[in-house]
């Protein structure tokens, strides 16, 4: 069982910028698919990125051209770099294993908030 600590969220206006950090417990990064998802209040939990073990990115359709996700494997931490941020990007944003039934346990998020 790994864990992950998630990190890096906040209070920004519109159109600001956001990069969360998720710190694994142990070595998973190259081997598995890792995934940033988001919870609105409300909502069902949604995959909004994902890594392969290769380093490939896969996106939400609408998200493409805003988020980056990235990783750094020696550190166990994944990275998600928010661009351009809207109202609707306000949830609680967790990551973990992809697709989600594979899921470990889940952390307690970073809640990121987009408000004038």
């Known amino acids: 069982q790994v864990q992950f600590v998630e990190s890096g969220g906040g209070l920004v206006q519109p159109g600001g910028s956001l990069t969360l950090s998720c710190a694994a417990s142990?070595?998973?990064?190259?081997?598995?698919?890792i995934g940033w998802y988001r919870q609105a209040p409300g909502q069902q939990r949604e995959l909004v990125a994902h890594?392969?073990?290769?380093?490939?990115?896969t996106y939400l359709d609408s998200l493409k051209g805003r988020f980056t996700i990235s990783r750094d494997a020696a550190q166990n931490t994944v990275f998600l770099r928010m661009n351009n941020l809207k109202p609707e990007d306000t949830a609680v944003y967790y990551c973990?294993?992809?697709?989600?039934?594979?899921?470990?346990?889940w952390g307690q998020g970073t809640q990121v908030t987009i408000s004038s």
């Open positions: 142990g070595s998973i990064f190259n081997v598995e698919n």
């Open positions: 973990n294993k992809v697709p989600i039934w594979r899921a470990f346990e």
């Open positions: 890594i392969t073990p290769r380093g490939a990115g």
